[in-house]
């Protein structure tokens, strides 16, 4: 087959690749065509190229605000466990009950009942809700999927609602947990003065679609200020959990259980390392273990295991501290009292109070 007849069995097809690098082609075609007086060939040529033209093209690249249901989501793979999470009791407990009636959902089914598969978690951040979520897809074997907001929200009219709808129909498609973290952000209440048209029309558009979601995606959504929420969203949630700031105790746990593996662990005691930290999320906590035991680790056997946790509390005391209404006031070494027949200040540090 001659070029010229390959190229006109590709005009005719629709064209294949690149539109308009097919029709640079045409045009250099068409030019040496009619050099050697083959007028009619570059005729043809050319009326086959004005056709393709008018034709709509279709473009795998995406238009301008155009986003694709799977570009709204981060796909993690989840590795944390429950066991691996130190939750209030009742948090832990209903936790193993939402995957218990995943595991046997036909069992509810044969009864005429769906499994719960909407949650919400609040509380202050660093305190497990997104390890939670995490943990849920880990034990269900499910793909964990993470809302991204920036690819989500859309600056005109309508674009947010639009994206919504994509990313709803695509996770409809196969079991899996739909995180939203921060979802406050996008489930605002509706009845804020100070709220746009729009942001009313998003909420109300993001309930209806949780409401139709099957009982195989779960959808777990997370805020750090429940008061913001809309308290339609409220009642869109089977499952409600909160995750308060740990306690001291409870800290002396997490950090007892991230230390126990450890060649060589502290002397002090856990509860006297968590009284040292102050009032922390179990995410700080973590990361000063973290800390520790990277100093532990480089330090390669010069400084004692001692030495370096006396280190990483002087620098941890000079933190830079959050400021403002979600600030956690810290505990005080001494605090002030005063005596019933004096009415003086007195010091009630207890003596056991030293990190080492």
Not at 144 to 168: C, K, Q
Not at 223 to 242: I, K, P, Y
Not at 293 to 316: F, S, V
Request: charged share 30%; net charge positive.
């Amino acid at each position: 087959m001659a070029r010229s007849d390959l190229l006109l069995s590709l005009i005719r097809a629709g064209g294949a690749g690149d539109h308009e690098m097919l029709r640079k082609t045409v045009d250099a075609l068409v030019a040496d065509e009619r050099k050697k007086s083959h007028h009619v060939l570059a005729d043809r040529l050319r009326r086959a190229a004005e056709a393709l033209s008018s034709q709509p093209q279709v473009s795998n690249s995406r238009t301008i605000g155009e986003v694709g249901a799977r570009d709204a989501v981060l796909l993690l793979e989840p590795r944390i466990r429950l066991d691996d999470l130190v939750l209030p009791g009742s948090v832990r407990e209903q936790g193993l009950e939402l995957t218990e009636e995943h595991m046997r959902s036909d069992v509810l089914r044969a009864h005429g009942m769906e499994p719960r598969h909407r949650v919400l978690l609040s509380g202050p951040p660093g305190n497990g809700k997104t390890s939670f979520a995490e943990a849920i897809a880990e034990a269900l074997a499910l793909p964990f999927f993470v809302v991204r907001y920036d690819t989500l929200i859309g600056s005109y009219l309508g674009e947010t609602s639009a994206r919504l709808r994509r990313l709803f129909d695509y996770v409809r498609t196969t079991p899996c947990v739909l995180f939203f973290d921060e979802f406050d952000s996008i489930g605002k209440e509706r009845g804020d003065p100070h709220e746009t048209g729009e942001i009313k029309r998003v909420v109300a558009f993001l309930l209806m679609q949780i409401d139709q979601l099957p009982s195989y995606v779960i959808v777990i959504a997370a805020t750090n200020h429940s008061e913001l929420l809309d308290r339609a969203v409220w009642r869109r949630f089977q499952l409600r959990l909160g995750f308060p700031a740990p306690r001291l105790g409870e800290v002396a746990n997490f950090i007892e259980k991230r230390m126990q593996d450890w060649s060589e662990r502290p002397k002090a005691r856990a509860s006297r390392i968590a009284r040292s930290l102050g009032p922390v999320s179990y995410a700080e906590a973590e990361e000063f273990c973290l800390q520790l035991r990277r100093r532990y680790i480089l330090a390669m056997g010069e400084l004692a295991i001692d030495d370096l946790l006396r280190l990483e509390l002087a620098h941890w005391a000079e933190r830079v501290k959050p400021t403002g209404g979600n600030a956690q006031r810290p505990y005080k070494a001494t605090t002030s009292t005063r005596s019933r027949r004096t009415g003086r200040p007195t010091s009630s540090r207890s003596k056991g109070d030293s990190t080492s």
